[in-house]
């Protein structure tokens, strides 16, 4: 008994500190979004709980999907996140149920976690990819939107922007006000 506890406050110890990791110095350095930040280090938290309580019970399947109907219903009813927010979801959710039901022990889950960790930390420099900030702009030069004139478009914006613009995509036109809603990728200073 008191080995099994032992061993549930060293796995609950070695999650937290793994997701504490991963949302401070990995996403909340790159996004600065402390929401989401702190949703994610409490989600990690109730993933966990829940699975390693949860993990000793003979569940049927009817539980299961009902289970899943909740997070379902939940999820429709929330706001939409972005990829990158669903993607640091998904990895502290995967964190949490391997420290919560993984049969793997403590010193492979802390290779994992330092894998896991690792790796989000390595895809969020510039190392792998150059870092870029998406913007919407409303432009009124409805004449440079053109495919011909893509060249023209790109140097004013870089001029009037005084940044490096990657990608330009045209969202949409309103030609009762001559101006355009543009998607602009500008690289992000490291």
Partial sequence: MIATDLDFIIRLLLNMLAVFILVRFVYFRA?????YAAAFIL???????????????????????GLFAIFSMLRYRTESITIK??????????????????????????????????LAYFTETSLLLPRLEERDIQYEKIENIVPERRDILIADLQERLGEDVRTVEIESVDFLRDTARLKVQVRRAS
Wanted: with cysteine.
């Fill in 43 to 65: 989600f990690g938290l109730g993933v966990f709980l829940i699975t390693s309580q949860l993990s000793s019970v003979d569940i049927s399947m009817g539980f299961a999907f």
């Fill in 85 to 118: 927010e669903m993607t640091y979801l998904f990895l502290v959710i995967a964190m949490s149920l391997l420290s919560g039901v993984g049969v793997t022990d403590q010193v492979t889950l802390i290779v994992l976690f330092m894998l896991i960790c690792g």
């Fill in 31 to 35: 996004h600065l979004n402390r929401a």
